[in-house]
């Protein structure tokens, strides 16, 4: 049974630094088994990053939309996994007022990272949280899942201004604060094909070329990914070809 000690040890072995911006996509159910459940795995995760920045997706795409467009920052549950839905609700924890894609962070500028991002109208704006990441040349840790469930590419897609990523239309949402004031967000939408099923293309790519590597948490394999260096990667083979991940079919021999 793996043990919050044996989490922060691997979680040491990963070698993430723990003074800079962790961002983590995960599945707690291939960790296997893990004394305290999932509990455990946000207290190591917090213990590791005491002197850096702990953020989680708290997504609410699947159920805030224009039939229900009121996203309340407080109580609105995530829709990617029980780790960021326990996460949101800890102390101290900030949550930012994206409706549709919000993240949760904790750490002494965690206010400053999650603040404005209702202020855009597309999911992953280079000015939201999700460019900051860049910025702060963020590690991105999955844990249990692959490049599918990795929302930065999405951001890479959206700053290369790939087309057919987004809705030309906004739906009108509305971000209900703590104390119940609520803000319009026009929100525009990810739509056409399921284009982050297609983003396991890279996967040897990015781990050839430095900007990602392997290791375990529990029992799960982990990719740990280099924000800085996974959006040189991906925008460079993204301007080279556009329709990179437009097919589920594997890469072509120029990138072996």
């Not at 991105?140 to 692959?146: A, K, N, Q, T, Y």
């Not at 925008?235 to 589920?248: E, G, H, I, R, W």
Request: glycine share 8%; aromatic share 6%.
């Amino acid at each position: 049974m793996h043990t919050q000690e044996s989490l922060l040890h691997q979680l040491r072995q990963l070698g993430i630094d723990d003074q800079g911006t962790l961002l983590v996509h995960s599945s707690m159910k291939s960790m296997g088994e893990v004394e305290g459940g999932a509990d455990t795995v946000l207290d190591a995760l917090t213990e590791y990053m005491k002197d850096g920045l702990l953020v989680l997706p708290t997504h609410t795409w699947s159920t805030i939309n224009a039939d229900n467009p009121m996203f309340h920052v407080e109580s609105s549950p995530c829709c990617v996994g029980i780790l960021p839905e326990l996460f949101r609700k800890r102390p101290e924890v900030v949550r930012s007022w994206h409706p549709t894609h919000s993240v949760a962070a904790l750490g002494h500028d965690a206010e400053a990272f999650t603040k404005d991002d209702h202020l855009f109208d597309t999911p992953c704006a280079r000015g939201s949280a999700w460019g900051k990441l860049l910025d702060r040349k963020a590690t991105i840790l999955l844990v249990g899942v692959d490049l599918k469930r990795n929302t930065f590419i999405h951001g890479i897609e959206e700053w290369v201004d790939i087309p057919g990523r987004l809705t030309d239309g906004r739906e009108m949402l509305k971000t209900v604060l703590p104390d119940g004031t609520e803000i319009s967000v026009p929100s525009r939408r990810h739509c056409g094909l399921s284009w982050s099923e297609h983003f396991w293309k890279v996967d040897d790519v990015l781990e050839r070329k430095g900007a990602m590597r392997k290791g375990m948490l529990g029992n799960a394999v982990v990719r740990v990914c280099d924000a800085a260096l996974l959006t040189e990667v991906i925008t460079s083979m993204l301007q080279d070809n556009p329709d990179l991940f437009s097919d589920n079919l594997p890469l072509a021999s120029v990138y072996e």
